[in-house]
């Protein structure tokens, strides 16, 4: 087990909706930019409903629990989604809610988090089972993995913008789903021109939103921080033209690799 900067804990930020009937994970694959439908008892996936547009509506865990499929989002965006999620049921036979008995949790047991192995595991435990902890978005930022509240936000960025690709976000052989047809066209035309990146700020990370210049280009903003860390959303045809340094008002700025 890969060795966590964190210890078990709740993530207070997230919620839980529960779906129940025959053909839970079939809904949820034509919807959602990950594959489902085959999804092993205890297995999870991490992908996206996304607009028509293409633009990630919510990023969310799913897990095969056996009878149930239960869903890992944001908390402040669940009731957007229960929404969203009724209305695609129309006249499907399944029971679909918020749980509130139930809470999530990361640290090394459960399931693997579908995104990279060093981020350990995510589990559902029961309210109450867990108080909420420090060094999950040390960790978190440090591999460059984006928050859905804090750096993805809702109808804002396209799935390749936030590296899906690159972490098992989307299935490239799947079936259609809601706004396939912008997705497919980015991955085969590589006209993805914005990644989130990590970068390095000194003497500290400056606020969300900041722009990052070179010159007078604006290069890109930052997003979450935790000290000299931070995840920026960054141009990548402005960023590889630029050649003066990059900076957010007196902050320098090292984009990572």
């Known amino acids: ?32 930019t990950c594959d489902v439908a ?19 509506q919510h990023d969310i865990f799913v897990l095969n629990a056996g009878d149930i499929v239960l869903i890992d989002c944001a908390a402040e965006q669940r009731a957007a989604l229960l929404q969203k999620l009724m209305l695609y049921k129309l006249r499907a036979k399944l029971e679909i809610m918020a749980r509130d008995d139930l809470e999530v ?23 109450g089972s867990f108080k909420i902890g420090s060094g999950y978005d040390d960790q978190r930022i440090a591999l460059g993995l984006a928050d859905s509240v804090l750096d993805i936000g809702s109808n804002i960025l396209f799935p390749h913008e936030v590296n899906f690709d690159r972490m098992n976000g989307v299935s490239f052989t799947k079936g259609c789903y809601v706004g396939q047809e912008v997705v497919s066209r980015m991955q085969h035309r590589g006209t993805a021109r914005s990644r989130i990146v990590k970068i390095e700020c000194e003497p500290i990370a400056p606020p969300k939103g900041t722009a990052i210049m ?31 340094p990059l900076l957010a008002g007196s902050i320098k700025i090292q984009v990572q690799k």
């Open 38 to 56: 085959d999804l092993a008892l205890g297995q999870a996936a991490y992908g996206a409903l996304l607009s028509p547009q293409g633009k990630i």
């Open 1 to 32: 087990m890969t060795n966590l900067s964190f210890s078990p804990q709740l993530r207070p930020d997230r919620a839980v909706i529960s779906i129940r009937g025959d053909g839970a994970l079939a809904f949820l694959h034509n919807l959602l």
């Open 214 to 244: 070179s010159g007078e280009k604006t290069i890109g903003e930052v997003l979450s921080s935790v000290g000299t860390h931070a995840l920026a959303l960054i141009r990548t045809d402005r960023f590889a033209e630029s050649t003066l």
């Open 105 to 127: 949790a990361v640290g090394d047991e459960g399931y693997p988090d579908p995104r990279a192995t060093e981020m350990g595991c995510r589990f559902f435990a029961a309210k």
